[in-house]
């Protein structure tokens, strides 16, 4: 197998001293041997042609006493090239410079004799397969000793039973013949899968550039989106803190607004009586109002009374007979009239109480008692507010209850029968 001699084996020759070779002729005129040349022959092989008997021994065959031609492929399969460098190196004391098939050769030759680097060779697989030799020392027969090969042929684990299947006591010639050739054919199949596997590592090198394009793509894009909600984070802090500003400076404004306000009610002396007797006033502008207004109706009533009863009652008729075709939506509501004339009331409980309607009236704060509004309020479902005959006090109170509450008012100026009758026909519809 590598039969060629480089000079690399001549280097590692002249550093190492042979062991076995010619005796000392004398302590300081040690002639060297001259160098046996190892033809690449098996030795269990060449001793069946030379018609020698193979002998069955317990001890296990050294390295240089395989045969040479199970060097190379032991060498090869049995040292990583690191390691093979290593041990050349740590032997020859120096850096070997020449390449790795030099180093090979080299090794593969001083295989064939006992030496430095041999049994260096021989230490190191002894130590690195360990674990295979106590298994294969089990063996007692050849038979046994080739099954062994095989499962480990079929494991994928040569290197460690290639050492141990041929330096084993019961190895026979033709299974270290067999060893080879299985060795060899898995040497074969193992550079075609490195091929394969070369291949398919190409093609994983473009598939790992084009995915490391797209994740370069990729990170370009997320730290442009990421600057991006930076400065949205930015500009809207910017934002926050304006408006903070603002609303301090707003606040500011209201605090210095209020203390003047203060100092203006406190450099007006009685702002509160005036501002109590202005409302006062207004309440009695109001009264006044409704009083006048109460008095112009009373004297048309009274003109209206020196006139034949006939017109009065047909007016009557009219507006009660207006109210009677309105739709029936005030059957069984609580209808609370606020104001008016007091001669009316009777006329305004006919009305309403036609329609099915329950009829409360107050007179808004003239002679009934003003407490009392609220707790007719509450009554009422309907509150019609006659504004012409209530004082200002109740006007107000009526709509705003009204609006709190949500109970439906109709507001009327004139305190008309006919008024009240157009209120209720409202309230009707609504």
Known sequence: MCEKHDPLAAIIAAAMPQVAGAERAGPRQAEPAPRQVIKPVINNVAAILAGQPEAHTSRRRRLWELGHACHCPLVGVG?????????VDKVTNGKVVADDYEVHVGAVTECATRNRLSEALQKELERRYAAVLLRFRAARTTEQVGELWRAAMAAGDVAGAFWAGLTHPRCSSELEEQMCRDLHMVQHQAGACVRADIGKFNATLAENARLAHDLAKAQQRAAALLADKSADAERHATQVMQLRAQLVGKDSMIDSLRTELEQLKESIPGLETRAKLAERLAQMDERERALRQQIAELKTEALRAAEPPAPIQEETRQVVEHVMRMAPRLSDRAVLCVGGRSGNVATYRELIEREGAQFAHHDGGLEDNANRLDASLAAADLVICQTGCISHSAYWRVKD??????????????????????????????
């Open 401 to 430: 209850y009204c609006k709190r509450t949500g109970t439906r008012c109709v507001f009327i100026d004139n305190p008309s029968i006919s008024s009240l009758a157009r209120g209720l026909e409202q309230a009707g519809a609504e």
């Open 79 to 87: 040292f990583p090239l690191g390691v093979l460098r290593k041990l």
